[in-house]
Each structure stands twice: as C-alpha cells, then as structure tokens.
C-alpha cells in the first residue's frame, strides 16, 4: 500500500442565460436589480494524503 497519494478532480459548471428582475424592500428602502446574466465556474480540487 503507498504511503503516499495525491487525488485530484475538476468540475467544470455552465449557467444558461437567464433573465432577472428582483425587487427588495430591506429597511424601508426599495431596491431593484434588472437586467441578463450568465456565466461559468471551474473548480479545481487537490488532496494529499500521507499514511504513518
């Protein structure tokens, strides 16, 4: 058995397009956000395991 290993994985995440029109009433105020968003996200993740 290796005393010694190293794990690694990626994922990769897409978001379609999306429209947005959200209002928010915090504290009295009135807030608002319109508009298109999209994007993506990669993730990398790295393990190091020792065994003694």
Do not use: C, V
Not at 10 to 33: C, K, M, Q, V
């Amino acid at each position: 058995m290796p005393r010694f290993t190293l794990d690694a994985a990626y994922t990769y995440t897409h978001f379609r397009d999306s429209d947005i029109n959200n209002r928010e009433n915090p504290a009295g105020t009135y807030h608002r956000l319109e508009g298109e968003y999209s994007g993506h996200i990669h993730s990398l993740g790295l393990q190091a395991n020792y065994r003694f």
